[in-house]
């Protein structure tokens, strides 16, 4: 694994990203007041009660208690983790995520990895233009209308026959060995030695969506089987997060906003040899989520284009499935069904790229959903119409709440010729997992806040608060639960002031103190602005504290007074005491 991404690039990139833009992509925003409204993306709702600060760089929804930072909501709304979305982020600001050296980095060797399929790539480029025996790949390649501009543009290149040609060339010592055996370059085998996993192969280099080698498809140019090989799951290449192709296309994704998907490399170098660029393949994996996840964040449109046989249709409604909570705001998914034995390659052939990306010849997603559907009822009877209905409303209640799934309910109540009002409470409704976390700091359970919590409320709002502690070291011994945290938040913002609330609250992600910043950042809003003086509450609050500090220093001078005056008979019985105090007892 790489190092950890230091705190001070990710509150950098958190005071270049402005929260109302990244959730602005995903959710239509209203200004009001000083805030923005909408509805909230992750649940069903009619009127807004999902709002965004740009002071506070915060998003909370009123319904359903989902909260957090920029971050938080591409994590929770796209299901990316951390890193990636800090990298997508870094990516949109023009900057490289840096990644802490030293003890930090882990000993994977990932970055080494990296370096050593780049030259692998080149090794493989160099045998198609050099080896003796690369003329049938040439062949091939020519024979399906390659050009030499799109062969270097895809790094086609070639694997030659022989069982160690890879380990010749880049296995030298065992642990050049291991390192080509973990990156699955390489296959031990069960009685012992290596051999290469590509042989006589034309290479198909895949690059990841920073472009980055991850791994390799290659094709047969002999009776090897399967015709197509794939690496297999490494610490670098993930299968189901990959898209062949979508590397070469971020160019031209950058001038149309549309991508078609196709079954394999092939496809996409075909298409692009007729100046069709905005194709990628899945990697002998039906579509995933993460496959469209990554799709959707650079267009709205996903065009699946698959063969017309059996095989082809299954991967389609597979596709179709995932598709449906992705249509969310603008995003769209059609359907391309090549007839039966053609594939993208004979059909633009045959058709021309007009007419293969004339969205008039194009599936729309709910045409495709409702033909496959109503071909498996028969709508002439009451109970082909109610399997209907049975069938449908699982698929429909996928979809994102918004205009699309209206109007495909809609569809379906007249297909099923019944009011929508039958079909309406037959979706089920989805909401968010409820998290439940222990408090780490909170009221006394009498409805009254800390003074630790008061504190923390008005810092999360108003950062340079913290200035009226000169010094943090005053908030040590004070009793109240809390305090130490309080002690290490306004260190913090001694250090960087310029961090706002999302910066705060993203410095204790993944701790047990995070959901708690994000609950009080969020009820705090009302109650702050309410304040006729937030510097006095902050004063007294400190005050406070103070008090209880002195009130406990005071207790334990008394309480050592008070041993003081007993005689050393009294000490020893109270030490013995101590000694044999059975461990469940209560004071």
């Not at 969310?328 to 790229?353: C, L, S, T, W």
């Not at 109540?413 to 976390?437: G, M, Q, Y």
Request: contains cysteine; glycine residues 8%.
């Amino acid at each position: 694994m790489p190092g950890r991404i230091p705190q001070s690039f990710i509150d950098d990139l958190l005071a270049r990203t402005d929260i109302v833009d990244v959730i602005d992509n995903y959710v239509s925003l209203k200004k009001g007041g000083k805030n923005y409204l909408g509805l909230c993306p992750f649940h069903d709702e009619k009127s807004p009660s999902f709002t965004v600060s740009p002071d506070k760089q915060f998003y909370h929804c009123f319904g359903c208690g989902v909260n957090g930072t920029a971050i938080g909501f591409l994590m929770e709304y796209n299901r990316m983790d951390f890193p990636e979305v800090v990298e997508d982020l870094a990516s949109k600001a023009g900057l490289e995520v840096p990644r802490e050296g030293g003890s930090n980095v882990a000993s994977d060797g990932t970055s080494e990895s990296y370096e050593l399929m780049e030259l692998i790539v080149k090794y493989y480029r160099d045998q198609l233009k050099e080896h003796r025996t690369s003329q049938q790949a040439v062949s091939y390649l020519k024979g399906r209308g390659i050009s030499g501009e799109i062969a270097a543009k895809y790094e086609i290149g070639y694997a030659p026959a022989g069982w160690d040609n890879l380990l010749k060339k880049f296995g030298g010592s065992r642990d050049a060995q291991a390192r080509l055996e973990k990156l699955g370059m390489v296959i031990t085998r069960e009685g012992g030695g290596q051999y290469d996993r590509f042989r006589d192969r034309i290479i198909y280099p895949i690059r990841d969506y920073r472009g980055r080698v991850v791994g390799f498809g290659g094709r047969t140019l002999g009776d090897d089987t399967p015709k197509y090989l794939n690496s297999p799951e490494t610490i670098i290449f993930h299968k189901g997060r990959e898209l062949y192709g979508l590397f070469q296309a971020r160019q031209k994704l950058k001038e149309t906003n549309r991508v078609f998907v196709v079954e394999g490399y092939m496809d996409v170098i075909a298409l692009a040899q007729f100046d069709i660029t905005n194709a990628v393949a899945t990697l002998g994996v039906a579509a995933t989520a993460d496959h469209l996840h990554r799709i959707y964040r650079n267009v709205n449109q996903v065009v699946f284009c698959f063969d017309g046989d059996e095989a082809g249709r299954t991967a389609a409604w597979r596709a179709m499935e995932i598709a449906l909570t992705f249509l969310r705001e603008g995003n769209q998914a059609f359907f391309i069904f090549m007839p039966d034995g053609k594939d993208p390659d004979d059909f633009v052939r045959e058709h021309g790229n007009d007419f293969f990306q004339n969205q008039d010849n194009f599936i729309p997603l709910s045409d495709y959903l409702f033909s496959h559907l109503t071909s498996k009822v028969d709508l002439k009877t009451r109970e082909g119409r109610s399997q209907l209905i049975d069938l449908a409303t699982p698929l429909i209640s996928r979809i994102p709440q918004g205009g699309f799934k209206q109007l495909i309910t809609s569809d379906l109540a007249k297909i099923a010729n019944t009011p929508v009002e039958n079909i309406d409470p037959l979706i089920p409704k989805s909401r968010p997992a409820t998290r439940h976390t222990k408090p780490v700091f909170n009221s006394h359970g009498t409805g009254t806040r800390t003074p630790v919590t008061a504190i923390i409320e008005l810092l999360l709002t108003r950062p340079e608060l913290a200035n009226l502690i000169d010094d943090p070291a005053e908030l040590n011994g004070i009793p109240d639960p809390g305090a130490d945290f309080l002690r290490q938040m306004v260190e913090l913002l001694h250090n960087r002031p310029e961090l706002n609330c999302a910066g705060i609250i993203e410095n204790w992600r993944g701790t047990k103190y995070e959901t708690r910043l994000r609950q009080i950042a969020a009820d705090s809003d009302e109650r702050i602005a309410s304040l006729s003086d937030p510097d006095m509450e902050m004063l007294d609050a400190l005050e406070k504290l103070r008090s209880h500090k002195e009130r406990q220093n005071r207790q334990k001078i008394a309480q050592i007074d008070r041993i003081s005056d007993l005689s050393d008979e009294d000490k020893d019985r109270l030490r013995q005491a101590g000694k044999h105090k059975s461990p469940t007892h209560k004071e």
